[in-house]
């Protein structure tokens, strides 16, 4: 169920994974929690697969931190790019869903917030019209990208109003990511009444 979960993304199916998790980690520890302490062998092999999905977890939050250690590096763009890998296959697929408070979903709707928070501010060293044709590609949206990428004034005068769907977008999925978070619905109400 485990190797289902980690296959999960590769089939486009994002949004599963952190409930096929969730589901292993569930049936690992009712198998670990039954089992009489004369069957530590039989244990062994549940408790290592458990911790592998303890680090699957981990690895996550490692590369969130490690875009957010970009970011203060003052690695503006690369922070950004990485911050959309990280968060595009929720924000694109709209798989929001499914809801849950799992430590994945708290995390992803943290992403969420955080990127929102970057497109609101006004970076003096970076410009948001190198990085939004990336984003609308990933849209599927590549015919309005490259207007961006060639420079079009009148199109490059839209990018402040497709940031601002972007930050919509993303504070919105944060609070269905986590319905949980308040920090989300206070976000989310803000943009609304903005």
């Given at each position: 169920?485990?190797?289902?979960?980690?296959?999960?993304?590769?089939?486009?199916?994002?949004?599963?994974?952190?409930?096929?998790i969730q589901k292993s980690k569930s049936m690992l520890e009712e198998v670990l929690s039954v089992l009489p302490l004369d069957g530590l062998s039989e244990a062994?092999?549940?408790?290592?697969?458990?911790?592998?999905?303890?680090?699957?977890?981990?690895l996550g939050s490692l590369k969130y931190e490690g875009i957010l250690l970009m970011h203060a590096e003052n690695r503006l763009e690369d922070a950004f790019t990485?911050?959309?890998?990280?968060?595009?296959?929720?924000?694109?697929?709209?798989?929001?869903?499914?809801?849950?408070?799992?430590?994945?979903?708290?995390?992803?709707?943290?992403?969420?917030?955080?990127?929102?928070?970057?497109?609101?501010?006004?970076?003096?060293?970076?410009?948001?019209?190198?990085?939004?044709?990336?984003?609308?590609?990933?849209?599927?949206?590549?015919?309005?990208?490259?207007?961006?990428?060639?420079?079009?004034?009148?199109?490059?005068?839209?990018?402040?109003?497709?940031?601002?769907?972007?930050?919509?977008?993303?504070?919105?999925?944060?609070?269905?990511?986590?319905?949980?978070?308040?920090?989300?619905?206070?976000?989310?109400?803000?943009?609304?009444?903005?």
């Amino acid at each position: 169920m485990l190797l289902q979960a980690m296959l999960l993304p590769m089939e486009g199916n994002v949004e599963k994974v952190s409930h096929e998790i969730q589901k292993s980690k569930s049936m690992l520890e009712e198998v670990l929690s039954v089992l009489p302490l004369d069957g530590l062998s039989e244990a062994a092999s549940y408790a290592t697969q458990l911790r592998c999905i303890l680090l699957l977890k981990r690895l996550g939050s490692l590369k969130y931190e490690g875009i957010l250690l970009m970011h203060a590096e003052n690695r503006l763009e690369d922070a950004f790019t990485n911050l959309w890998s990280f968060v595009q296959p929720f924000v694109v697929s709209c798989s929001s869903s499914v809801v849950s408070d799992t430590d994945a979903s708290v995390l992803n709707a943290k992403a969420c917030l955080k990127l929102s928070d970057w497109l609101r501010r006004d970076f003096s060293n970076l410009s948001l019209e190198s990085i939004v044709p990336k984003i609308l590609a990933d849209f599927g949206k590549s015919d309005l990208a490259s207007t961006f990428s060639n420079g079009n004034t009148s199109s490059n005068q839209n990018v402040v109003l497709i940031v601002e769907e972007l930050v919509g977008t993303s504070t919105k999925l944060s609070s269905r990511l986590c319905p949980s978070l308040g920090k989300s619905w206070i976000s989310y109400a803000s943009w609304c009444y903005s």
